[in-house]
């Protein structure tokens, strides 16, 4: 997607609170790269700020307003490299540290909707979607001597600087036809084609709410509200008229500068029968905002907290309270509402908004804000006696779904702390035993939040084949087994696995008590449901044919050696002996938590002799000492492959396996 580089936040930077950016600018390898040319924006509508890395490799930037801003750099044979940071009220120094790839250059061509080459087309922006999103603002760089990339005569382009092994997206403008958007582009020396539509004419005009004079040098931004959501800018002239073309589609649109602004972001509807169409756009004098947010038991700051402004009803700003638990916003004067969106780790407010009036230029300081956190979940995790606890016990919780796990103290109680109440206030999780094949589900509602008890039990298997509606095997289907207790609106997914290429399905880690029936996925139309089955412990559940209509088939490894010799690695060595291992799959956006959430698994079973393996969709930048990361996509549908002593693989799941699994393969 394109929204990542809307990183716009309208205030007036003279009102805000400043802070320092600094970080060093590395090549892949680790070594400062001295000289490197390092950028700021400070939002779409931003001028540019520029440095240079020192001979270590350090940049700083001083005075750097709070809101969301890109930093880029570029070195002689080396393609852009950079990060998205957000800036919060109070933090006088932020750290961001640059790692730059060799260049590589995308070709391309441009031609319109009726395959005729267009000439002049400006490649205005460039995406950049590794794990460290940026976008690089290639129409503000011709103003320092980088060369804005634009279609010849014969439609073709290309765009140097771009970091090897990352995908991209690129903006592209001409003043006959509208603004495209292009994402997820591999930089492989493929040519890229890309066709532009005429569009239809937007013309419109911005005055002033109190004077109605019209306002020139005044940002528009129109922004698509369909993927891959990008952004247009456009300034008004000395007339305050302005003037873009916009594909056919659904948009917001908002109108800041000079200290004034629009009241809030405004909906506009392009048709395509539409010629053209006009918009008026007022704007008034702005004034600051200013609030903070404690913890209502223990005093303490709340940072992170997302608060939403409205103005006259229409959403006008995002922003997230700081380190000090403080915001700091710019709004249109008159009447604004503050609304409390998101705390994590606490109860909403009793009321969620606050309602304002403010005169231009003003100040508004609001009256302290207090949440309640949510409560703490106590569980005594206790053995199959009913009587001893049992500590080490693993713990995760499948409602609210988070990552991680949490394990039990030396007399078997666990804390549960959970980001966000569900609807109906109960927590529903997972408990295992890492020794035995012991576990159980619990369900805990606030009312027995200060203590409750679970008892484990011998777990249970069960098992069938995917086939479809003709009786053919279906390998590679996704299995999982969802909670059938008819409590929850929401599907409760219990485990999952794939198929085997005979189309056979086995989990035996099945906690018995639990309802529960089977979906098998295969394909985007496949879907097959079993019967519903409550196995006794230790017992063996047959299912038999499990029938997925419409059912396509993917490779499915189970039983085969792990084929790791075909993944390049990017960090770390590979063990002489691969196995036994759990070998983790994930795209480039997910690698950081994926790799958080595998190195605490790792430090959780440590007494567990097991390999630790991410491959990663694309450059990974995170450091693991005792992790392998190679590079490479999943060969079918299973994120997480379990390989027993010898390689061979012996599960295929979506997430962490279970411990009883990896209990077996350490045997």
């Known amino acids: 997607m394109m929204s990542f580089v809307i990183s716009v936040v309208m205030m007036a930077p003279g009102l805000l609170g400043m802070a320092t950016v600094e970080g060093s600018v590395m090549d892949t390898m680790g070594t400062p790269v001295a000289g490197a040319r390092v950028f700021l924006e400070p939002g779409l509508a931003g001028a540019l700020m520029e440095t240079t890395a ?71 922006r460039v995406g ?17 001597g980088i060369e804005l990339p634009v279609s010849d005569g014969k439609g073709e382009f290309s765009i140097p600087n771009l970091p090897q ?49 019209s306002i020139g040098g005044i940002s528009v931004l129109v922004r698509n509200a369909q993927p891959p959501n990008d952004t247009s800018v456009v300034e008004t002239d000395a007339q305050g008229l302005f003037f873009l073309r916009l594909k056919p589609g659904n948009y917001i649109y908002q109108a800041a500068g000079a200290g004034l602004r629009s009241p809030g972001w405004e909906r506009l509807d392009v048709r395509g029968d539409q010629e053209s169409l006009s918009v008026d756009l007022m704007v008034a004098a702005t004034a600051t905002v200013r609030g903070e947010i404690r913890d209502a038991v223990s005093g303490a700051p709340i940072p992170g907290v997302k608060i939403l402004i409205e103005t006259n009803g229409a959403k006008a700003a995002v922003v ?102 569900p609807k109906d206030g109960r927590i529903i999780g997972l408990v295992e035993d890492p020794r035995h094949p012991l576990g159980a589900l619990f369900v805990m509602g606030s009312e027995s939040a200060s203590g409750a008890r679970v008892q484990l039990l011998k777990l249970a298997g069960v098992s069938g084949t995917t086939v479809n509606e003709k009786g053919k095997v ?23 696995c794939v198929s085997d290429r005979n189309g056979v399905f086995l989990w035996e880690a099945v906690v018995p008590g639990a309802p ?13 449901v079993s019967m519903t089955f409550n196995p006794k412990p230790e017992a063996r ?41 759990v070998i983790v799959f994930s795209s480039l956006d997910e690698s950081a938590a994926v790799i958080e959430s595998m190195q605490q698994a790792q430090k959780t079973l440590d007494a567990m002799p097991l390999n630790w393996i991410v ?20 060969p079918g549908r299973a994120t997480t492959c379990v390989l027993n002593k010898e390689g061979i693989v012996v599960l295929e799941t979506l997430g962490l396996p279970p411990l009883y699994i990896l209990q077996k393969v350490c045997q």
């Open 165 to 213: 092994g990352v995908k991209v997206a690129i903006k592209i403008n001409h003043p006959d036809y509208a603004q495209e958007a292009v994402e997820n582009v591999m930089l492989d020396g493929k040519a890229l084609k890309i066709t532009l539509e005429p569009g239809v004419i937007v013309r419109g005009e911005v005055k002033s709410r109190e004077s109605q004079r």
């Open 128 to 144: 950049l979607l590794n794990d460290a999103k940026v976008g690089i603002p290639l129409g503000k760089l011709s103003a320092f």
């Open 320 to 421: 997230r309270t700081g380190v000090t638990g403080g915001f700091l916003t710019t709004v249109a004067e008159g009447d604004n509402l503050v609304r409390v969106e998101n705390a994590p780790g606490y109860a909403p407010p009793a009321q969620s908004y606050t309602r304002i009036r403010v005169a231009a230029g003003e100040e508004k300081v609001l009256p302290g804000m207090w949440l309640t956190p949510l409560p703490v979940y106590r569980l005594h995790v206790l053995g199959e006696d009913g009587q001893q606890p049992v500590p080490g016990a693993i713990v995760t919780l499948l409602q609210p779904r988070q990552m991680g796990w949490h394990v039990t103290d030396p007399e078997g109680w666990a804390g549960l702390r959970v980001s966000q109440m």
């Open 516 to 528: 529960q029936r089977c979906i098998a996925k295969a394909g985007k139309d496949g879907l097959g």
């Open 54 to 124: 020192t001979g270590d490799g350090r940049f700083i930037f001083s005075d750097v307003p709070a809101e969301g801003v890109g930093v880029f750099a570029i070195a002689p044979g080396m393609g852009f490299g950079g990060k998205h940071v957000n800036i919060a009220v109070a933090e006088e120094k932020v750290e961001a540290n640059i790692t730059l790839a060799p260049a590589v250059t995308l070709p391309g061509r441009i031609i319109n909707h009726r395959g005729n080459a267009v000439e002049g087309a400006r490649i205005t």
């Open 474 to 496: 279906v390998e590679g289907a996704v299995v999982g087994a969802e909670f059938a207790s008819g409590l929850y609106e929401d599907d409760l997914v219990l485990w999952q």
């Open 541 to 581: 559940e047959p299912l038999g044919n499990v029938v997925v209509e419409k059912g396509m088939p993917a490779e499915s490894l189970l039983g085969r050696a792990f084929p790791f010799k075909k993944y390049p690695c990017q960090q770390g060595d590979l063990p002489k002996e691969i196995g036994p291992a």
């Open 615 to 634: 491959v990663v969709d694309g450059p990974c930048r995170s450091r693991v000492p005792s992790m392998s990361i190679l590079s490479g996509k999943a």
